[in-house]
Protein backbone atom coordinates (compact mmCIF):
# COMPACT_ATOMS: atom_id res chain seq x y z
CA UNK A 1 0.00 0.00 0.00
CA UNK A 2 1.51 3.48 -1.04
CA UNK A 3 1.35 6.02 1.65
CA UNK A 4 3.01 9.62 1.55
CA UNK A 5 3.66 12.00 4.64
CA UNK A 6 4.24 15.20 5.01
CA UNK A 7 6.74 16.35 7.46
CA UNK A 8 7.80 20.18 8.54
CA UNK A 9 7.62 23.14 10.82
CA UNK A 10 3.82 23.83 11.33
CA UNK A 11 5.09 27.49 12.54
CA UNK A 12 7.38 29.73 9.79
CA UNK A 13 8.21 33.38 10.30
CA UNK A 14 7.55 35.95 7.48
CA UNK A 15 10.27 36.56 5.44
CA UNK A 16 11.79 33.37 5.94
CA UNK A 17 11.61 30.29 3.92
CA UNK A 18 8.90 27.37 4.61
CA UNK A 19 10.38 23.86 4.09
CA UNK A 20 8.42 20.53 3.74
CA UNK A 21 9.28 16.59 2.80
CA UNK A 22 7.06 14.33 1.43
CA UNK A 23 8.13 10.47 2.86
CA UNK A 24 7.06 7.84 0.09
CA UNK A 25 6.84 4.45 1.22
CA UNK A 26 5.23 1.13 -0.22
CA UNK A 27 6.29 2.06 -3.91
CA UNK A 28 9.74 3.89 -5.19
CA UNK A 29 9.63 7.21 -6.14
CA UNK A 30 11.54 6.46 -9.01
CA UNK A 31 8.59 4.41 -10.74
CA UNK A 32 7.95 5.25 -14.25
CA UNK A 33 4.55 7.10 -15.13
CA UNK A 34 4.10 9.43 -11.87
CA UNK A 35 4.85 13.09 -11.19
CA UNK A 36 5.46 13.74 -7.19
CA UNK A 37 3.75 17.14 -6.50
CA UNK A 38 2.33 19.75 -3.84
CA UNK A 39 -1.05 21.18 -3.67
CA UNK A 40 -2.14 23.36 -0.99
CA UNK A 41 -5.37 25.03 0.55
CA UNK A 42 -6.08 28.19 2.35
CA UNK A 43 -8.42 27.69 5.51
CA UNK A 44 -12.05 26.93 4.01
CA UNK A 45 -10.98 27.49 0.30
CA UNK A 46 -10.44 25.69 -2.57
CA UNK A 47 -7.49 23.29 -3.76
CA UNK A 48 -4.63 25.09 -5.39
CA UNK A 49 -1.84 23.33 -7.33
CA UNK A 50 1.84 24.20 -6.59
CA UNK A 51 3.80 22.24 -9.02
CA UNK A 52 4.91 18.69 -9.78
CA UNK A 53 8.51 17.41 -10.16
CA UNK A 54 9.49 13.71 -11.98
CA UNK A 55 11.78 12.13 -10.02
CA UNK A 56 14.80 12.92 -12.79
CA UNK A 57 14.22 16.58 -14.73
CA UNK A 58 12.62 19.60 -14.14
CA UNK A 59 9.95 20.95 -12.21
CA UNK A 60 6.92 22.47 -13.76
CA UNK A 61 5.26 25.32 -11.10
CA UNK A 62 2.67 27.46 -10.74
CA UNK A 63 3.73 30.80 -11.86
CA UNK A 64 2.76 32.95 -9.47
CA UNK A 65 4.72 31.29 -6.89
CA UNK A 66 7.02 30.62 -9.37
CA UNK A 67 10.08 33.18 -8.06
CA UNK A 68 9.77 31.68 -4.80
CA UNK A 69 9.81 27.86 -5.22
CA UNK A 70 12.09 25.04 -5.33
CA UNK A 71 10.98 21.30 -5.96
CA UNK A 72 13.36 18.44 -5.51
CA UNK A 73 13.30 14.61 -5.36
CA UNK A 74 16.06 12.14 -3.46
CA UNK A 75 15.71 9.08 -4.52
CA UNK A 76 17.96 7.23 -1.86
CA UNK A 77 15.66 8.65 0.91
CA UNK A 78 12.71 7.92 -1.37
CA UNK A 79 11.76 11.29 -0.47
CA UNK A 80 10.23 14.66 -2.09
CA UNK A 81 10.71 18.17 -1.16
CA UNK A 82 9.06 21.70 -1.67
CA UNK A 83 10.73 24.97 -0.64
CA UNK A 84 9.24 28.41 -0.68
CA UNK A 85 10.66 31.43 0.08
CA UNK A 86 10.17 34.99 1.26
CA UNK A 87 7.18 33.57 2.66
CA UNK A 88 4.01 35.73 4.10
CA UNK A 89 1.00 35.55 5.80
CA UNK A 90 -1.11 34.50 2.68
CA UNK A 91 1.36 31.45 2.33
CA UNK A 92 -0.62 29.95 5.42
CA UNK A 93 -1.93 26.83 4.24
CA UNK A 94 -2.24 23.18 4.37
CA UNK A 95 0.10 21.73 2.42
CA UNK A 96 -0.60 18.81 0.35
CA UNK A 97 1.81 16.69 -1.16
CA UNK A 98 0.49 14.25 -3.61
CA UNK A 99 0.96 11.60 -6.41
CA UNK A 100 0.14 12.30 -9.85
CA UNK A 101 -0.44 9.81 -13.37
CA UNK A 102 1.78 11.27 -15.91
CA UNK A 103 -0.78 10.97 -18.28
CA UNK A 104 -4.03 12.35 -16.87
CA UNK A 105 -2.32 14.26 -14.32
CA UNK A 106 -4.74 13.29 -11.98
CA UNK A 107 -3.49 13.01 -8.05
CA UNK A 108 -4.24 9.42 -7.18
CA UNK A 109 -2.43 9.33 -3.81
CA UNK A 110 -2.15 12.37 -1.17
CA UNK A 111 -0.38 12.73 2.43
CA UNK A 112 -2.75 13.44 5.08
CA UNK A 113 -1.75 17.43 4.69
CA UNK A 114 0.41 19.44 7.11
CA UNK A 115 -0.96 22.79 8.32
CA UNK A 116 1.63 25.59 8.06
CA UNK A 117 1.07 29.04 9.59
CA UNK A 118 3.06 32.07 8.82
CA UNK A 119 3.24 34.23 11.76
CA UNK A 120 6.60 35.93 14.03
CA UNK B 1 -4.58 29.96 -17.31
CA UNK B 2 -7.24 27.31 -17.63
CA UNK B 3 -10.34 28.92 -15.46
CA UNK B 4 -12.57 25.99 -14.25
CA UNK B 5 -16.34 27.05 -12.77
CA UNK B 6 -18.22 24.58 -11.12
CA UNK B 7 -21.98 24.84 -10.16
CA UNK B 8 -23.82 24.75 -8.00
CA UNK B 9 -21.65 26.23 -5.23
CA UNK B 10 -23.70 24.08 -2.99
CA UNK B 11 -26.95 21.97 -2.59
CA UNK B 12 -29.05 20.30 -0.73
CA UNK B 13 -29.98 16.82 -1.27
CA UNK B 14 -31.56 13.75 0.82
CA UNK B 15 -29.92 9.70 1.08
CA UNK B 16 -31.03 8.43 -2.16
CA UNK B 17 -31.29 11.52 -4.48
CA UNK B 18 -29.49 11.85 -7.87
CA UNK B 19 -27.18 14.97 -7.21
CA UNK B 20 -25.80 16.66 -10.78
CA UNK B 21 -22.50 18.81 -10.35
CA UNK B 22 -21.04 20.36 -13.48
CA UNK B 23 -18.27 21.82 -14.49
CA UNK B 24 -17.03 24.43 -17.20
CA UNK B 25 -13.43 25.27 -18.12
CA UNK B 26 -12.50 28.36 -19.94
CA UNK B 27 -11.70 26.22 -23.15
CA UNK B 28 -11.76 22.90 -24.15
CA UNK B 29 -9.60 20.56 -22.05
CA UNK B 30 -10.15 17.41 -24.17
CA UNK B 31 -11.80 15.29 -21.61
CA UNK B 32 -8.64 15.88 -19.15
CA UNK B 33 -10.62 16.28 -16.13
CA UNK B 34 -10.65 14.93 -12.82
CA UNK B 35 -13.10 14.75 -10.34
CA UNK B 36 -12.21 14.47 -5.76
CA UNK B 37 -14.30 14.24 -2.83
CA UNK B 38 -12.79 16.01 0.28
CA UNK B 39 -14.56 15.33 3.16
CA UNK B 40 -14.18 18.06 5.91
CA UNK B 41 -10.16 18.19 8.00
CA UNK B 42 -9.72 15.07 5.27
CA UNK B 43 -7.22 15.12 1.94
CA UNK B 44 -8.95 14.84 -1.21
CA UNK B 45 -9.71 11.49 -2.59
CA UNK B 46 -9.90 11.02 -6.30
CA UNK B 47 -12.86 9.71 -7.96
CA UNK B 48 -12.82 9.52 -11.57
CA UNK B 49 -9.87 10.36 -14.64
CA UNK B 50 -10.54 11.50 -17.73
CA UNK B 51 -13.98 12.43 -17.00
CA UNK B 52 -15.14 9.32 -16.99
CA UNK B 53 -13.15 6.82 -15.73
CA UNK B 54 -13.34 5.75 -12.61
CA UNK B 55 -10.98 5.32 -9.49
CA UNK B 56 -10.06 1.99 -8.42
CA UNK B 57 -12.00 1.15 -5.10
CA UNK B 58 -14.79 4.31 -5.94
CA UNK B 59 -18.36 2.86 -5.77
CA UNK B 60 -20.14 2.93 -9.10
CA UNK B 61 -23.13 5.14 -8.25
CA UNK B 62 -20.22 8.21 -9.22
CA UNK B 63 -19.78 8.80 -12.23
CA UNK B 64 -18.94 11.38 -14.92
CA UNK B 65 -19.00 12.64 -18.36
CA UNK B 66 -18.93 15.18 -20.78
CA UNK B 67 -16.45 16.54 -23.36
CA UNK B 68 -14.98 19.65 -24.65
CA UNK B 69 -15.54 22.37 -21.56
CA UNK B 70 -18.12 21.15 -20.25
CA UNK B 71 -18.39 18.03 -17.42
CA UNK B 72 -20.60 16.87 -14.75
CA UNK B 73 -20.37 14.23 -12.05
CA UNK B 74 -23.26 12.22 -10.87
CA UNK B 75 -23.98 10.87 -7.47
CA UNK B 76 -26.58 8.06 -8.55
CA UNK B 77 -28.15 7.40 -4.96
CA UNK B 78 -26.53 9.64 -2.31
CA UNK B 79 -25.80 8.00 0.55
CA UNK B 80 -24.80 9.40 4.22
CA UNK B 81 -20.81 9.46 3.78
CA UNK B 82 -21.22 11.54 0.30
CA UNK B 83 -22.68 14.31 2.07
CA UNK B 84 -18.73 16.10 1.86
CA UNK B 85 -16.96 18.65 -1.11
CA UNK B 86 -16.69 18.11 -4.79
CA UNK B 87 -13.83 19.66 -7.13
CA UNK B 88 -12.91 19.20 -10.91
CA UNK B 89 -9.53 19.93 -12.02
CA UNK B 90 -7.92 20.03 -15.61
CA UNK B 91 -5.06 18.12 -15.88
CA UNK B 92 -4.63 19.41 -19.46
CA UNK B 93 -2.42 22.52 -19.48
CA UNK B 94 -0.21 23.79 -16.32
CA UNK B 95 -0.87 25.52 -14.23
CA UNK B 96 -3.22 22.66 -13.10
CA UNK B 97 -6.46 24.55 -11.96
CA UNK B 98 -9.87 23.34 -10.01
CA UNK B 99 -12.93 24.76 -9.66
CA UNK B 100 -13.88 26.41 -6.80
CA UNK B 101 -15.90 23.37 -5.50
CA UNK B 102 -19.32 22.44 -4.53
CA UNK B 103 -20.57 21.17 -1.07
CA UNK B 104 -23.37 18.80 -0.58
CA UNK B 105 -25.22 19.24 2.36
CA UNK B 106 -28.17 16.91 4.03
CA UNK B 107 -31.57 18.45 3.20
Known amino acids: QVQLQESGPGLVKPSQTLSLICSVS??????????WGWLRQHPGKGLEWIGY???????YYTPSLKSRLSMSVDTSKNQFSLRLNSVTAADSAVYYC????????????WGQGTLVTVSS | DIQMTQSPSSLSASVGDRVTITCRAS??????LNWYQQQPQKAPRLLIY???TLQSGVPTRFSGSGSGAEYTLTISGLQPEDFATYYCQQGYRTPLTFGQGTKVEIK
Open chain 2, 27 to 32: QSINTF
Open chain 2, 50 to 52: AAS
Open chain 1, 53 to 59: KYYIGSA
Open chain 1, 98 to 109: ARAGQKELSFDL
Open chain 1, 26 to 35: GASISSDGYY
